[in-house]
T-cell receptor, first 112, second 113 residues
Framework: EAQVTQNPRYLITVTGKKLTVTCSQN?????MSWYRQDPGLGLRQIYY???????DKGDVPEGYKVSRKEKRNFPLILESPSPNQTSLYFC???????????FGPGTRLTVL | AQSVTQLDSQVPVFEEAPVELRCNYS??????LFWYVQYPNQGLQLLLK??????LVKGINGFEAEFNKSQTSFHLRKPSVHISDTAEYFC???????????FGTGTRLLVSP
């Protein structure tokens, strides 16, 4: 079954404590992306990756890092989380030459 | 830069009534348009997409949308809604490469008996 998985699904943490949200896909898609969803703002792109070792900033990259060492994984790293990063995070994937992004189930992050 | 406007943040409707969720986009180049649905506590699921060809696009769960280039709109419609259609609906626009989706702010559809 084609899947995009995210872990953890829910996380409550404190300001400044480094955390990683993982994203994994089994569809062999080249393109992966991270979005955050906030009330009244819709989804905004944080970072994306066109392929292994190729990443680029989206619209709201401040405070986030990503890496793409393997095709299937695209972790989102918050080195020093702050309360304004409290949000719902989605990973998405897309095949090269494809026209549709497939979304993971989301990770709800609360930073106290 | 591309942008998407969803004019209604919330649309209440009774079961079996028709519904239209409005979406307007802003772009000076060819656009590709999408509607995604997000059920409570779930991820986003593609409802339908317009890439080219017929301006009337049919999607899953009985939804359809019409691409109107002159009005820069891509409104979503369903002739008769069910309770299970209660969800948040997002309109999105993409460029030719399809790699960047720009989303609207979402419309919450509330279907009551």
């Amino acid at each position: 079954e084609a899947q995009v998985t995210q872990n953890p699904r829910y996380l409550i943490t404190v300001t400044g404590k480094k955390l990683t949200v993982t994203c994994s896909q089994n569809m062999n898609h080249e393109y992966m992306s991270w979005y955050r969803q906030d009330p009244g703002l819709g989804l905004r792109q944080i970072y994306y990756s066109m392929n292994v070792e190729v990443t680029d900033k989206g619209d709201v990259p401040e405070g986030y890092k990503v890496s793409r060492k393997e095709k299937r994984n695209f972790p989102l790293i918050l080195e020093s989380p702050s309360p304004n990063q409290t949000s719902l995070y989605f990973c998405a994937t897309q095949a090269a030459g494809g026209d549709t992004q497939y979304f993971g189930p989301g990770t709800r992050l609360t930073v106290l | 830069a591309q942008s998407v406007t969803q004019l209604d943040s919330q649309v209440p409707v009774f079961e079996e009534a028709p519904v239209e969720l409005r979406c307007n986009y802003s772009s000076s180049v060819s656009v590709y348009l999408f509607w995604y649905v997000q059920y409570p506590n779930q991820g986003l699921q593609l409802l339908l997409k317009y890439l080219s060809g017929s301006t009337l696009v049919k999607g899953i769960n009985g939804f359809e949308a019409e691409f109107n280039k002159s009005q820069t709109s891509f409104h979503l419609r369903k002739p008769s809604v069910h309770i299970s259609d209660t969800a948040e609906y997002f309109c999105a626009v993409s460029d030719r490469g399809f790699q960047k989706l720009v989303f609207g702010t979402g419309t919450r559809l509330l279907v009551s008996p």
